[in-house]
């Protein structure tokens, strides 16, 4: 067994199909069964189950999976660290993204960077920000972006932006006449929420909590432009930050935003990668470079 058994292994796992992780890593069908079938022979256990139409991990499936992708992030390392010798610049760099944020902070940023270290293989892995985070935390990611609070002895990290949230209503809601609201207000509303991988799934309810109820989730999604548009066909009420709100206003008349009063709900981004932790070239150019460009962000 070696890196490329390895390697083949974790991407049928993910895509769970062989047909689907060998057109991706551009081989035969035979060729990654093979090499997945002498992972298995070697250890003397199914990883797989085949019977279904997905295949899915056993349990012993599951436990080299995840051995697997920790063994493949520190075959990655190794390689760095040889090439950042010759200081060349070049690398492998996977970034943790939350799409809401990626969408709204890092496309010029992702272009300027490719243009700019055209040797470094960038890649974007579009999580919440909470999978985000235990993503660096296990050291499946080098660095990523998450929101709110976190663990400082876990994480390196710098502040780009912070902003409230707002509630999105419905026009024609009794709440749609106030000029602000707080959370105890929405104890009887219907709440439209991000899923629970994403951090504001975690700190709109922890708040709710606080205030003396359970918030009412009746739907989830991961695209707050969707959430917007359920909250204008009457679904529910949304809470989601200021400033991704003003164009949505503008092009949706069935919808209000309010200020919320005396609430700890705040978007706060911050750049994280793992203390005591090597650091790819890759990884310190990107936190070196996304620091210097996002700081009028921070400012604004």
């Not at 139409?53 to 520190?74: C, N, P």
């Not at 503008?250 to 700890?264: F, G, H, Q, R």
Request: glycine share 4%; with cysteine.
């Amino acid at each position: 067994m070696d890196i490329k058994h390895l390697h083949y292994f974790i991407e049928v796992a993910v895509r769970k199909s062989f047909t689907k992780a060998a057109h991706h890593l551009y081989v035969t069908q035979p060729t990654i069964s093979k090499m997945v079938r002498d992972i298995e022979d070697e250890l003397g256990m199914v990883l797989l189950d085949r019977t279904g139409k997905e295949i899915e991990l056993t349990d012993a499936g599951r436990i080299v999976f995840e051995q697997s992708q920790k063994i493949v992030q520190s075959f990655a390392h190794l390689s760095d660290e040889l090439g950042n010798l010759t200081h060349a610049k070049r690398g492998k760099l996977t970034i943790g993204l939350p799409p809401m944020i990626g969408f709204k902070f890092f496309p010029n940023i992702l272009s300027q960077f490719r243009n700019e270290y055209p040797g470094i293989d960038l890649n974007i892995a579009e999580y919440g920000a909470k999978k985000v985070a235990d993503s660096v935390a296990e050291g499946l990611l080098e660095v990523g972006v998450t929101v709110g609070e976190f663990n400082d002895e876990l994480f390196h990290s710098f502040v780009f932006f912070e902003d409230k949230l707002r509630l999105v209503a419905h026009k024609s809601s009794p709440l749609a006449k106030k000029t602000h609201v707080n959370l105890f207000d929405l104890r009887n509303e219907h709440f439209i929420l991000f899923p629970e991988e994403f951090s504001l799934h975690g700190m709109i309810i922890a708040c709710c909590e606080k205030v003396g109820y359970q918030p009412h989730i009746v739907f989830e999604s991961s695209q707050w432009e969707f959430m917007v548009k359920m909250v204008s066909e009457k679904f529910g009420v949304a809470l989601l930050p200021e400033s991704i709100l003003k164009k949505a206003e503008k092009e949706i008349d069935a919808i209000v935003t309010l200020p919320i009063e005396n609430s700890e709900l705040n978007w706060r981004l911050s750049m994280i990668w793992e203390r005591n932790h090597y650091l790819s070239y890759a990884a310190r150019t990107w936190v070196a470079k996304t620091r210097m460009l996002l700081k009028e962000y921070h400012v604004n």
